[in-house]
């Protein structure tokens, strides 16, 4: 599985990014596609994740009533639409999957395939 995330960029506070995560190869019915943030020097920590057939979500509580995940099933991409950003929203942002459709094992560990980052940075 190969994903190619996209939609980074400098934003003001309370501004608003998508960003667009693209799946392609051996992609099977029940696969997950979550993202993930990495500021620097802090580690790695689940944002959101989205099962791609049914559609169910899971969300970091940092994510909660600002963030929103969805899916194009169809053409396998996910989405991750930004609202109400703040300054420490800043990180670089990395879409993930696994494919035995679990949404709730958050731990970077569980996730296989991951796609490169996009940078997000919000002004203040």
């Known amino acids: 599985v190969q994903l190619q995330a996209s939609g980074g960029g400098l934003v003001q506070t309370v501004g608003s990014l998508r960003l667009s995560c693209v799946a392609s190869?051996?992609?099977?019915?029940?696969?997950?596609i979550g993202w993930f943030r990495q500021a620097p020097g802090k580690e790695r920590e689940f944002v959101a994740a989205?099962?791609?057939?049914?559609?169910?979500?899971n969300y970091a509580d940092s994510a909660k009533g600002r963030f929103a995940i969805s899916k194009d099933g169809v053409n396998n991409i996910g989405y991750l639409q930004m609202d109400s950003l703040k300054p420490e929203d800043t990180a670089v942002y990395y879409c993930?999957?696994?494919?035995?459709?679990?949404?709730?094992?958050?731990?970077?560990?569980?996730?296989?395939?991951w796609g490169q980052g996009t940078l997000v940075t919000v002004s203040s």
């Open positions: 190869g051996r992609i099977f019915s029940r696969y997950v």
């Open positions: 989205i099962n791609m057939s049914g559609g169910s979500t």
């Open positions: 993930a999957a696994k494919l035995n459709g679990d949404i709730y094992s958050t731990s970077t560990r569980y996730w296989r395939y």
